[in-house]
């Protein structure tokens, strides 16, 4: 049992408010979730390609920064927040950004890659998680979280979701996928890498790979239904897109909401009732094997 939240804006107006508006949401979960949390948050621009780097402590980030800012013989804009840190390098860079972390600083992982994204995941109640990280301050056009309830595996921060394998792609799941390890030698056939055996991560890894081979968003998910065995409901997040699709059985809860203002999803209706205008919104419980999708223009 995990829970799941999202939250894509239509007004931009409400742009300041979405780290405070999803702090709440990711909080309302915590019973059905109190081992871990996490959130991915769709922000600013970068100036090349954003990751968000994980650290046993701040020391260990700071230090493997200062590494690599000599290494590549140029400054490196870092944002610092708790465990995590995101650096903005130029795209022509990436590889070698990588390349130094898994050569010189080891204990280092990237969490996500992407011009807009950035994900921040720990061990601990949400509120603590959602705290450490400053969610509430943070802005951005869309967001999605996760509060994790450790059934299949231990409690740890790589256990924890969003998972991303794809630039600005991430997601968030709750279920079990039963096929997973079947898939996972398959995706690894098409050139993917998995840092966990977390079967999430497959998921993502799934849609990921689908859209590299030229599917929508909302392709990917739908070829989903047919590719992935197991009990899920997915919400995902792109640069510019918003998803949600439940298996054909769809034994998982999930609660949707939208107005002209937003879209917003929840695992329960409670994730949902902070949300401004809510009384008025169209409240619906998402159908069986039905992609829902948003696209920001």
Known sequence: MCGIVGLFLKNPDLEPRLG?????MLETMTGRGPDSAGFAVY???GAGVKLTLRGADKASLADAVARLESRLGRGVEAVARDTHTVIDV???LE???RGFLGAEAPGIDVVSAGRRMEIYKEVGLPAAVAARFDLAGMTGTH???HTRMATESAVTT????PFSTGIDECLVH????SNHNDMRRRLKREGLTFATKNDTEVAAGYLSWRMREGASLKQALESSLSDLDGFFTFVVGTETGFAVVRDPIACKPAVMAETD???AFGSEYRALVGLPGIASARVFEPEPAKVYAWERH
Do not use: E, F
């Open 158 to 161: 790589n256990g924890a979701h």
């Open 174 to 177: 709750n279920g079990s996928l």
């Open 143 to 145: 967001g999605i979280g």
């Open 43 to 45: 922000g600013a621009d």
């Open 90 to 92: 130029p795209a022509a």
């Open 261 to 263: 203002d937003y879209v």
């Open 95 to 97: 590889g070698d950004v």
């Open 20 to 24: 405070a508006l999803l702090s709440t």
